[in-house]
């Protein structure tokens, strides 16, 4: 069991990972369902140690999920809404999982969360449930379970990040494997976007970044069908 000792934490700070992976053409989100019948699901998250910079904390959250270190990782917003604030959800989250609490103690009070999006490659990664957790799993970005707090407004607004920065991200992702064909980029960006794209405009575009390098072809038994494989080139 995780200690909830005051001494080891900064109180009222926290830090929640948004970690995508690409799995058969869909954006997953892995969210842990949390064990005493509450029926909710969550994000993997935790609190930021006394003596621990909040980025090391993230990468320690996800790492713990995963079971990988040096995932992508980016902070992405500041969650602090009153909304966000359930003191009776948090009760029943301790007393769920046979946790002592008084009316006074420290996790009852209200928090604010550092959110972070991580991009993890689906093929590496050994994903753990957690202390307090019945499962952990990955789900489609477009058909969320019911979630705590306000960790379904957390994932929208990882989204509109990762969405917003997919060009300038590319050399970091790990939601593909080392060599690709154009169309499957072309599915992984339309996962993330929410929208299609025609061929040869996608093609175009991604060409001009100057981040993709033409590598060989795909065997498929017929050479004039086969696409090219790209990968992306080494970082400078």
Same mark, same amino acid.
């Given at each position: 069991?995780?200690?909830?000792?005051?001494?080891?934490?900064?109180?009222?700070?926290?830090?929640?990972?948004?970690?995508?992976?690409?799995?058969?053409?869909?954006?997953?989100?892995?969210?842990?369902?949390?064990?005493?019948? =509450?029926?909710?699901?969550?994000?993997?998250?935790?609190?930021?140690?006394?003596? @621990?910079?909040?980025?090391?904390?993230?990468?320690?959250?996800?790492?713990?999920?995963?079971?990988?270190?040096?995932?992508?990782?980016?902070?992405?917003?500041?969650?602090?809404?009153?909304?966000?604030?359930?003191?009776?959800?948090?009760?029943?989250?301790?007393?769920?999982?046979?946790?002592?609490?008084?009316?006074?103690?420290?996790?009852? +009070?209200?928090?604010?969360?550092?959110?972070?999006?991580?991009?993890?490659?689906?093929?590496?990664?050994?994903?753990?449930?957690?202390?307090?957790?019945?499962?952990?799993?990955?789900?489609?970005?477009?058909? =969320?379970?019911?979630?705590?707090?306000?960790?379904?407004?957390?994932?929208?607004?990882?989204?509109?990040?990762?969405?917003?920065?997919?060009?300038? +991200?590319?050399?970091?992702?790990?939601?593909?494997?080392?060599?690709?064909?154009?169309?499957?980029?072309?599915?992984?960006?339309?996962?993330?976007?929410?929208?299609?794209?025609?061929?040869?405009?996608?093609?175009? +575009?991604?060409?001009?970044?100057?981040? =993709?390098?033409?590598? @060989?072809?795909?065997?498929?038994?017929?050479?004039?069908?086969?696409?090219? =494989?790209?990968?992306?080139?080494?970082?400078?």
């Amino acid at each position: 069991m995780e200690s909830y000792d005051e001494n080891i934490y900064l109180p009222s700070v926290s830090v929640d990972a948004v970690i995508f992976s690409f799995q058969n053409g869909e954006l997953k989100v892995l969210l842990r369902e949390y064990r005493g019948g =509450l029926k909710r699901y969550g994000l993997p998250g935790g609190f930021v140690g006394m003596r @621990e910079d909040i980025d090391a904390a993230a990468y320690r959250v996800v790492h713990e999920a995963v079971g990988v270190k040096g995932v992508p990782l980016f902070q992405f917003h500041t969650f602090g809404s009153m909304q966000r604030y359930h003191r009776e959800t948090m009760a029943a989250f301790l007393y769920a999982n046979n946790i002592p609490y008084t009316n006074e103690h420290w996790i009852l +009070k209200r928090f604010i969360s550092v959110g972070y999006y991580a991009l993890a490659d689906f093929s590496k990664v050994t994903i753990t449930p957690g202390h307090e957790s019945e499962s952990c799993d990955w789900y489609d970005v477009s058909q =969320l379970p019911e979630m705590l707090w306000d960790h379904t407004d957390i994932v929208i607004k990882a989204i509109e990040a990762l969405r917003e920065d997919i060009d300038s +991200k590319l050399l970091s992702v790990n939601l593909l494997p080392e060599y690709f064909t154009m169309g499957e980029l072309q599915l992984l960006y339309e996962s993330i976007m929410g929208k299609t794209y025609i061929r040869s405009g996608f093609q175009r +575009k991604m060409l001009s970044l100057g981040i =993709l390098e033409r590598v @060989e072809k795909k065997s498929t038994g017929q050479a004039y069908r086969s696409p090219y =494989l790209y990968r992306f080139m080494p970082k400078a």
